[in-house]
């Protein structure tokens, strides 16, 4: 479903708790990226991966971590040190981080804090 | 780093109208600027893009201005639909001089045609 997959669609998670999102494309894209979007505040990016192994912060990167072992698999735990994780949470990638290239999204992943 | 303004947060339009949403950004570097489009429980896709070295760019309904000297660039809708009801975004980045696909988003506008 558009070469990105994202797991779970929903999730709920108690205070204090750490989750992971999975995200993982079959475009052999070299770089992926998380973004968080807000009501009204638009796309906000977590962090991105240029190629494999290899990781940055994004804007909001606190309270959250990521890995990129493999070039196909971006995973982004939440975890119990971001103080709002409530949100819908969007995995994209560009087949390179150089250059103007267009994003392509997963279908999301929506969090929510009991 | 870059900033991006995006007006209006929502807009009505009667079906045939047209659509005029606007943006601004602070880093006079930023050289591409997407447009993606969100329908409700969608994932975003790119409706129209444009580089800093253009001015305007059309497809169709669509198009897209950039006024590099103040800074704004708009897309424009015309002929709307009730299927151009969603909400659009605005991004920028530097990314045609190899600064990368570090985009920086506006905050949206909720467009609703109605008949």
């Known amino acids: 479903d558009g070469g990105i997959t994202q797991s779970p669609k929903y999730l709920f998670r108690k205070e204090g708790q750490n989750v992971t999102l999975s995200c993982e494309q079959n475009?052999?894209?070299?770089?992926m990226y998380w973004y968080r979007q807000d009501p009204g505040q638009g796309l906000r990016l977590i962090y991105y991966?240029?190629?494999?192994?290899?990781?940055q912060k994004g804007d909001i990167a606190e309270g959250y971590s990521v890995s990129r072992e493999k070039k196909e698999s971006f995973p982004l735990t939440v975890t119990s040190a971001q103080k709002n994780p409530t949100a819908f949470y969007l995995c994209?990638?560009?087949?390179?981080?150089?250059?103007?290239?267009?994003?392509?999204f997963g279908a999301g992943s929506r969090l929510t804090v009991l | 780093g870059e900033n991006v303004e995006q007006h209006p947060s929502t807009l009505s339009v009667q079906e045939g109208d047209s659509a005029v949403i606007k943006c601004t950004y602070s880093?006079?570097?930023?050289?591409?600027f997407p447009w993606y489009k969100q329908e409700l429980g969608k994932r975003p896709q790119l409706i129209i893009d444009?580089?800093?070295?253009?001015g305007e760019k059309k497809d169709q309904r669509i198009a897209v201005t950039l006024n590099k000297t103040a800074k704004h660039f708009s897309l424009h809708i015309t002929e709307t639909q009730p299927e151009d009801s969603a909400v659009y975004f605005c991004?920028?980045?530097?990314?045609?001089?190899?600064?990368?696909?570090?985009?920086?988003f506006g905050t949206g506008t909720q467009l609703k045609v109605e008949l």
């Open positions: 880093d006079s570097a930023s050289n591409y």
């Open positions: 994209a990638s560009t087949p390179y981080f150089s250059g103007a290239n267009v994003l392509t």
């Open positions: 991004a920028a980045s530097n990314g045609v001089t190899g600064g990368g696909n570090k985009l920086t």
């Open positions: 475009l052999n894209h070299d770089a």
């Open positions: 444009i580089r800093s070295n253009v």
């Open positions: 991966s240029q190629i494999v192994n290899d990781f």
